[in-house]
């Protein structure tokens, strides 16, 4: 794939270690990409700076931040991809659970995002990303309250960045993806047969969406959300 826009640039992806973050890590890099990429444990991707990552908390995004500064330079685009999936029916979902969905998916994306915004702003210069999920559109199926409820906060976060941001130069959009062949999809059942092109989709097509929407060919596109679901839902 040839993008403009996004080589020598610096990207930051979180949850990076594997799945869908991974290949969106890996795509940046082969593209020309300065890439580090941030997980609970530190990821370890070819060609790209893996640092220790808790998107949930404060100091920890603040020391990842820093080290990419220091070793890569100011972020210029910023996916946030870090996610977590507990399937439960509302009826068992604890606040434990709630809390903990909320946090990663949404808490995480804000201190992220929080900590990059500021040196977009001042280079005059930028690109978000949110991994979103069609659940944040249609509330999931029957066990996912918290995580649907989570991402539909997400996708709106990029939008109320794009809307803010837009005069400083800084795109924000979403993907909102649905089974994407990773372990988090791993022991929910089998939807193949409910998805009108009948599969499911690869890590790859995410990424590949993923990096149009960080590249120059996406440059009239802000507050976007960009289904990636095979037909799954169609809206
Ligand atoms: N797989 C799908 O079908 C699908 C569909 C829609 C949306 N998504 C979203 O795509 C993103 C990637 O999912 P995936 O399928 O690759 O799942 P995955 O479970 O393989 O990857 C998620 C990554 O996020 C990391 N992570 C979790 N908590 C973290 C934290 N506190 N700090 C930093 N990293 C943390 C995990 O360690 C893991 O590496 C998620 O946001 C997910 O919600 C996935």
């Given at each position: ?205 995410v990424a590949d969406v993923v990096a149009f929407l960080c590249s120059n060919h996406a ?17």
């Amino acid at each position: 794939m040839q993008l403009e826009g996004i080589e020598g640039r610096v990207a930051f992806v979180t949850g990076g270690a594997r799945g869908i973050g991974r290949c969106i890590a890996e795509t940046l890099a082969a593209l020309g990409a300065r890439v580090a990429s941030g997980d609970l444990v530190r990821p370890e991707v070819a060609g790209v700076l893996g640092v220790e990552l808790d998107v949930t908390a404060e100091q920890s995004v603040d020391r990842a931040f820093a080290e990419v500064e220091r070793e890569l330079g100011v972020v210029e685009l910023l996916v946030l991809n870090a996610g977590v999936l507990i399937a439960e029916p509302f009826d068992a979902l604890t606040p434990e659970n709630w809390h903990r969905q909320l946090a990663v998916n949404l808490t995480g994306a804000f201190l992220c995002a929080r900590r990059v915004l500021p040196g977009m702003r001042r280079a005059g210069a930028g690109c978000v990303v949110a991994v979103g999920s069609s659940a944040g559109k249609t509330g999931g199926g029957t066990a996912a309250a918290a995580y649907s409820a989570s991402k539909a906060g997400l996708m709106t976060l990029a939008k109320s960045i794009a809307k803010e941001y837009a005069s400083a130069g800084i795109r924000s959009n979403a993907v909102a993806p649905a089974l994407i062949d990773t372990d988090m999809i791993k022991g929910i059942g089998d939807f193949r047969d409910r998805i009108p092109l009948g599969r499911y989709g690869t890590p790859q097509e995410v990424a590949d969406v993923v990096a149009f929407l960080c590249s120059n060919h996406a440059s009239f596109i802000t507050g976007e959300v960009v289904d990636v679901n095979g037909g799954f839902v169609i809206d």
